[in-house]
């Protein structure tokens, strides 16, 4: 035997020394996260990418990450995102998927995932999981998707409003009655604002007066043609919107952030007479946010424009914007009303 045959089981030896320790080097380096587990879903090993990635998600009630611990005391929680893939693998399938949704003690991440039986003898005895974060490409994803679904609605909304304010203006055009165009400019201004009431006041300011010119969806609230006094604003909730008017400003708020939306207030207060407090609380029975528009012509206050909500609003700037468009709109028919009957009155005047 020579002296290099003696020496081949020893160099075999250490380069299967050798190739062990680097798939330990690679192993613990991965840049993904590799986890062995077997049936009784007990942790086995680890590397340490996936032992960061317990750390980022755990839930504060997880136990420490160590072999031999069970995966659902790690990740506790987890159970409904988890076990379906887990079992599915201990029945020998391979499971793929990019950006799954795994949720553990309310933490959601998302992750590209492998799991692959591991078979001894003919049996599946646990399985390996490889995994890479893909939250934050997804978190991404979602918010553009978001922006581009919010885009969309927004350029919807404004096609619908548009339209809707040729047919004002056609309102206008045809030089219909004034009633009769408030009448239907509420009804029009409401459903595209997605408001399930409208009301238009006019305010006199020598007679210290609200009048209703016209309403929708206020059935055994209010009614068109009712006056009220400008006394009265406090106790009916009003006096916000009319300081608002005057201003030329819009107003919003919802109820709800009121308890029981406000109405035991309203109960409760001694200085709410108890005809407007009927009013009042029905009202709030019925609606959950308000938005109010001023209505001007000639740069002076001529009344406003109320906008009623079954829901809570968040109140976008656009949602006002919109609401203020039409309060404009209508401004521009009362005045043309208002020009056409003096018109009227002048050449009556000189026949």
């Known amino acids: 035997m020579s002296p290099d045959d003696s020496l081949s089981p020893i160099l075999m030896a250490k380069n299967e020394i050798a190739q ?17 587990m077997d049936r009784n879903y007990n942790i086995q090993r680890y590397n340490l990418t996936w032992a960061d990635f317990t750390k980022k998600y755990a839930p504060p009630n997880s136990v420490p990450l160590e072999p031999g611990a069970n995966y659902f005391d790690v990740l506790p929680g987890s159970e409904e995102s988890a076990l379906p893939r887990f079992q599915a693998a201990l029945e020998g399938e391979v499971i793929r998927g990019e950006g799954i949704r795994f949720e553990s003690g309310g933490i959601v991440s998302y992750w590209d995932a492998i799991i692959t ?145 406000g109405i035991s207030l309203i109960k409760n207060d001694p200085t709410v007479p108890d005809h407007i407090k009927e009013r009042r609380i029905k009202s709030h029975e019925r609606f959950s946010a308000v938005l109010t528009v001023p209505l001007c012509i000639q740069d002076r206050p001529w009344g406003g424009m109320i906008f009623y909500y079954s829901d809570p609003q968040e109140f976008s700037q656009e949602q006002i914007d919109i609401g203020m468009t039409f309060a404009d709109q209508v401004a521009i028919a009362i005045e043309n009303t208002r020009l056409l009957q003096e018109a009227e009155k002048v050449a009556i005047s000189e026949e």
């Not at 062990?20 to 062995?36: T, V």
């Not at 304010?165 to 056609?170: F, N, Y």
């Not at 595209?192 to 210290?208: K, R, T, Y």
């Open 20 to 36: 062990n320790a680097l798939l330990e080097i690679m192993f613990e380096r991965m840049p993904m996260g590799i986890m062995l």
């Open 117 to 261: 039986p591991l078979v001894h003898n003919g049996e599946v005895i646990g399985f390996l999981n490889v995994t890479n974060d893909a939250t934050e490409r997804i978190l991404l994803q979602q918010h553009l998707e978001k922006r581009v679904e919010e885009r969309t609605l927004e350029i919807e909304r404004r096609r619908i409003v548009a339209e809707s304010m040729r047919d004002i203006i056609r309102m206008i055009n045809t030089n219909m009655p004034l009633e009769q165009f408030l009448d239907e400019a509420v009804v029009l201004a409401a459903e595209q604002m997605g408001a399930s009431g409208c009301v238009l006041h006019e305010f006199n300011i020598d007679e210290q007066t609200l009048y209703y010119r016209a309403c929708y969806g206020m059935e055994g609230i209010t009614e068109k043609n009712t006056i009220r006094q400008f006394a009265d604003f406090k106790a009916t909730g009003t006096d916000g919107y009319y300081q608002a008017t005057l201003q030329r400003k819009p107003t919003f708020g919802n109820y709800t952030r009121f308890k029981d939306r």
